[in-house]
């Protein structure tokens, strides 16, 4: 079985600046893969980075980076320069053989101007 | 916009009542996940198709819910006799490859289902 868990309810950010989200996670697969997904209000869930945990090269996309320590089972995103647009609720997931996601129970962004 | 739509985006509806929410997958996308969210909460796995295959079910999905996916394009989630508990989101999800495996999953707007 897998289990996601992210330990901040909500956090805040000032526009411009850095922020790091955490999550870590517990599976038995020795195949698995973690997923940021991005909600925002009242649109629908888009997928931010992925990260292959057979991969040691940490996942970067342009503003947005992942802490993948495996040996830890954490999974962390770093969202630099925030922008307004990045304020909504983050999950992480992980995903196994059974190709279903695993979600956590999410972090609500605020981003201050 | 994903490209994955879903049908009605909100539902009202009576305890007891019986429900149904469509799925419109990306065309080409051969498998579809159903996913509830509950407020305050991360989606949870409700079922899996490959084409029009059901292949695996969650604990979740009591008997009476039912999915299906005929021709191996929309899918629809019905919910019998609703009980206050089922009001949630429920979304639907499609994966980007053919094939087996891990890949990107594409989610609709989702359905937001309120049981009085």
């Known amino acids: 079985a897998q289990t996601v868990t992210q330990s901040q309810p909500e956090m805040s950010v000032q526009e411009a600046e850095t922020v790091t989200l955490s999550c870590t996670y517990d599976t038995s697969e020795s195949d698995y893969y973690l997923f940021w997904y991005k909600q925002p209000p009242s649109r629908q869930m888009i997928l931010v980075i992925r990260?292959?945990?057979?991969?040691?090269q940490n996942a970067t996309e342009n503003r947005f980076s992942v802490n993948f320590q495996k040996a830890a089972k954490s999974f962390s995103l770093k969202i630099s320069d925030s922008q307004l647009g990045d304020a909504a609720m983050y999950f992480c997931?992980?995903?196994?053989?059974?190709?279903?996601?695993?979600f956590g129970k999410g972090t609500k962004l605020t981003v201050n101007p | 916009d994903t490209g994955v739509s879903q049908d009605p985006r909100h539902k009202i509806t009576k305890r007891g009542q019986n429900v149904t929410f469509r799925c419109d997958p990306i065309?080409?996308?051969?498998?579809l996940y159903w996913y509830r969210q509950t407020l305050g909460q991360g989606p949870e796995f409700l079922t899996y198709?490959?084409?029009?295959?059901?292949?695996?079910k969650s604990r979740l999905l009591s008997d009476r819910f039912s999915a299906e996916r005929p021709k191996g394009s929309f899918s629809t989630l019905e919910i019998q006799r609703t009980e206050q508990g089922d009001s949630a989101m429920y979304l639907c999800?499609?994966?980007?490859?053919?094939?087996?495996?891990?890949?990107?999953?594409?989610f609709g707007p989702g359905t937001r289902l309120t049981v009085l």
């Open positions: 198709f490959q084409n029009e295959a059901q292949l695996e």
């Open positions: 999800a499609s994966p980007r490859g053919r094939l087996a495996g891990v890949d990107e999953q594409f």
């Open positions: 990260q292959e945990a057979y991969k040691q």
């Open positions: 997931a992980s995903q196994g053989g059974s190709e279903k996601l695993v």
């Open positions: 065309s080409e996308h051969n498998r």
